[in-house]
């Protein structure tokens, strides 16, 4: 099955800072990367995908990706970060053939005034 | 309904008691998730159903787990003789492709 590496636990940051958060994926097919975020006691929502098209996904809240074939790396990046954007962030990978979707462990971003 | 729909929201059991967790899936997803997060921790994948196909079960963490998913469309997780590090939350997903929608979650804890 394929997997998913987050290469940070958490990524602390000050506000208008940028960040990056790192994922790294292993599959022996080709995938659909995906992007969730989980605001404190909130559920899971999607952040951006990749499927096909432009390598370079944009999605809500001014986050974009960049899906890496060669380094098999999906990095989320925001220019300027708010507090507002204090979450964890999961990286997830679902094959083309299949929904068998995984989750990396997460990534904690903690944007401090 | 318009989400994923999972009952109950919050779930206090003594320990050693059997526990069931529902989970309501978008209409007309195939794909249906099981997934727990302890706290602090990422999602942890328990079990995967997709249409008519043998679930799997790769992630279940022990043989007190089951799951069953019946007529395509509602899933229970079972937790038999809960332990406490059987506390968190349960989270379920629905999927056609290209994406999850999740419920929110029923909060477990075993005391």
């Known amino acids: 099955a394929q997997s998913v590496t987050q290469l940070d636990s958490q990524v602390p940051v000050f506000e208008e800072a940028p960040v990056e958060l790192r994922c790294n994926y292993s599959?022996?097919?080709?995938?659909?990367l995906f992007w969730y975020v989980q605001y404190p006691n909130q559920g899971l929502q999607l952040l951006l995908k990749y499927l096909s098209g432009s390598t370079l996904v944009k999605g809500i809240n001014g986050f974009e990706a960049e899906f890496n074939k060669s380094q098999t790396s999906f990095h989320l990046r925001k220019p300027s970060v708010h507090i507002s954007d204090t979450a964890e962030y999961f990286c997830a990978v679902s094959p083309y053939n299949n929904n068998d979707m995984r989750f990396g462990a997460g990534t904690r971003l903690t944007v401090k005034p | 309904g318009a989400g994923v729909s999972q009952s109950p929201s919050n779930k206090v059991t003594e320990k050693g008691k059997d526990v069931e967790l529902r989970c309501d899936p978008i209409s007309g997803h195939t794909a249906l998730y099981w997934y727990r997060q302890s706290l602090g921790q990422g999602l942890e994948f328990l079990i995967y159903f997709q249409g008519n196909s043998a679930p799997d079960k790769s992630g279940l963490p022990s043989d007190r787990f089951s799951a069953e998913r019946t007529g395509g469309s509602v899933s229970t997780l079972t937790i038999q003789r809960t332990q406490q590090e059987d506390s968190a939350v349960y989270l379920c997903?629905?999927?056609?492709?290209?994406?999850?929608?999740f419920g929110s979650g029923t909060r477990l804890t075993v005391v």
């Open positions: 599959s022996s097919v080709s995938v659909y």
């Open positions: 997903a629905s999927s056609p492709q290209g994406g999850y929608t």
